[in-house]
């Protein structure tokens, strides 16, 4: 899946984020994390729905996911 906002394009297939010809090096969790927000952009996620889908049967990963969040703010 190919996908842009405004300046950026995420390849899902190439796990590659790019800022207009540049690729922008990303952890392979901050691209899993951009990839499910981005199937599911037509409805609000919780914080608690990534980390059961993305961090399944792991407690306590609230750290790494706002550290994966920090990671995918563009701007």
Not at 17 to 44: A, C, F, M, S, W
Not at 45 to 67: M, T, Y
């Amino acid at each position: 899946m190919q996908c842009t906002l405004n300046k950026f394009e995420l390849d899902t297939c190439l796990f590659e984020l790019r800022l207009g010809n540049e690729p922008i090096p990303i952890e392979p969790q901050t691209d899993n994390v951009l990839t499910y927000l981005l199937k599911h952009r037509y409805r609000v996620v919780s914080k608690q729905e990534l980390l059961e889908q993305l961090w399944p049967g792991r407690i306590g990963r609230v750290n790494g996911l706002a550290d994966h969040m920090h990671d995918t703010e563009l701007d």
